[in-house]
Every structure is written in structure tokens, then in C-alpha cells.
């Protein structure tokens, strides 16, 4: 499977520039299978949800679509909406055909004022796509392994994010740690430039394999980062070393 990954700045708070820019990007992928879109891509990560929020019925929602079917694959990132008053850091998974998945963004960072302006999700989303098993999560989500931890046998982890460049070392450290702990390839896509809060983010996406090597880093370049993905050398690894086998059993709760 081949997933691309888009790693560009964010115009504050400014949707409809930022969905053209996307669309610039996306447009000169030649193939993919799956493209993937920073956290809050419509806005920069803002929390002022009541002066951006969109509906599931919104542009970006309907953009999203728009593009997955153009290209022929799907589309994940995450945008703010309102929903029965609430406001949510919502992941979508769109699929080519126009079906979505969600999953609300479950550990809010309380640092920046996120868990007051928010709502917090509770259920983790497992999406089946072209064979593969996909566990789709939101920046702050990568500091928690346990809600993480692969007990579904997902083959691909994703994080979309925004993360600033104070904690980078953080950021290089826990996706290769997700990587080897659950056996599992993981993509961690983050944004680059300065917001109007004047937090400098620097990029840094990159693609792990089960065993925590690196198959791309795009560094602090702007840009689409393609790679293609071999789940037989995922089961093949998965098999020769058992580690998942060994897991511990555990219910999660709160």
C-alpha cells in the first residue's frame, strides 16, 4: 500500500487558503492509496472552536470527499466540528467511494487549554482498508501507549499532528517507540511554520517500519512523501519474532 504524506504550513484560521493548498499538493500525486493531512488542517491548531467549527455537512467535509473520490483513494486529517453543541478535534478517514470514518481525538492537550475548549473522545477507531488494518490517532494521543497498544493486530498506526518544535525530541522518540512496541508500521505526519501564536512547528514526518527502522523523513521540507508499504515483510517479521504474542492482558478504563 502506498501512503503519502503532506507536509506543509498552515494559514491561521483560514480554510478556504488551506484547503487550496492541499489541493495544490494532492494534485501532483501521480498514485496513492493514502493521503494523509496535519491535525486541525483547515485552521492550525486553534482553540477558538466557535470561530472555525464546521459541521459534518460542511466544506471541508464535502472537499474531503471531493478529492478521495478524484484521486481514488482516501483521505485522512482532522478539523474542528460542532456537534449537539459540542466541539470536537475529529479525525476523518474518507474512503474513495465517499463513506467516512471518525474518531474524536481521545487525549486532550490540557498544556495549551485543548481539554476546556473541547470535548474528548472515548472510542479508539480500527478502519479496514484494502486489506490493511489502520489505527488512525491525533498528536497528543502519542504520549499514551496503553490506549494505543496494538490488541486489534492493526498493521498501520497513524498519528496526524501539530507539534512544536520545543518537544521534537519527544516526537522522534515515541513514534519509533510505537513502532517497535506494537509491530507495526507507523506514520507520523506532523506541519511546518509558525502559527499566530508564534509556535514554530518543525515537520519531521516520517515512516517507521515494525522494527523502528526509518523509510522516510521528510525532515522540515515542505512537500509530499511517498512510500510504499509491504505487509508480507510485516507478517514475515510479526511471525519470526512473536512479540506481540507476549502482550499483557489489560481492560482500559476512564
Known amino acids: 500500500m502506498k501512503i503519502s504524506l503532506i507536509q506543509t504550513s498552515l494559514t ?3 480554510p478556504q487558503a488551506n484547503r487550496a493548498n492541499f489541493e495544490r499538493l494532492i494534485n501532483s500525486i501521480e498514485m496513492t492509496d493514502l493521503i494523509l493531512v496535519p491535525e486541525m488542517f483547515p485552521t492550525g ?5 466557535e470561530a472555525v467549527a464546521e459541521t459534518m455537512d460542511g466544506e471541508t467535509v464535502a472537499w474531503m470527499k471531493e478529492m478521495a473520490a478524484a484521486k481514488g483513494c482516501a483521505i485522512t486529517g482532522s478539523l474542528v466540528i460542532k456537534e449537539d453543541g459540542r466541539y470536537y ?16 481525538k481521545r487525549h486532550l492537550f490540557s498544556l495549551a487549554g485543548e ?22 490517532l491525533v498528536c497528543y494521543d502519542l504520549r ?14 497513524l498519528y496526524v499532528a501539530n507539534w512544536p518544535s520545543p518537544r521534537l525530541f519527544a516526537w522522534d522518540t515515541l513514534l519509533k517507540a ?37 523509510l522516510a523523513d521528510a525532515s522540515d521540507n515542505e512537500g509530499v512523501f511517498t512510500v510504499n508499504l509491504d505487509k508480507e515483510s510485516l507478517l514475515e517479521n510479526r511471525k519470526k519474532f512473536g512479540f506481540l504474542n ?9
Open 115 to 136: 481539554d476546556k475548549a473541547y470535548t474528548a473522545g472515548t472510542e479508539k477507531l480500527i478502519v479496514e482498508y484494502n486489506g490493511w488494518k489502520i489505527c488512525p
Open 12 to 14: 491561521w484560521e483560514n
Open 45 to 49: 491548531f486553534t482553540m477558538k472552536p
Open 178 to 214: 510505537r513502532a517497535i512496541e506494537n509491530m507495526c508500521y507507523v506514520a507520523g505526519l506532523n506541519r511546518i511554520g509558525k502559527d499566530e501564536n508564534r509556535h514554530l512547528y518543525p515537520g519531521h514526518s516520517q515512516v517507521l517500519d515494525c522494527l523502528g527502522a526509518t
Open 89 to 104: 478535534n475529529r479525525l476523518l478517514f474518507v474512503f474513495p467511494d465517499g463513506a467516512v470514518k471518525t474518531y474524536d
Open 144 to 157: 499514551f501507549p496503553v490506549f494505543a497498544r496494538n490488541v486489534e493486530g492493526y498493521d498501520l498506526l
Open 246 to 254: 507476549d502482550r499483557d492482558n489489560f481492560t482500559l478504563q476512564g
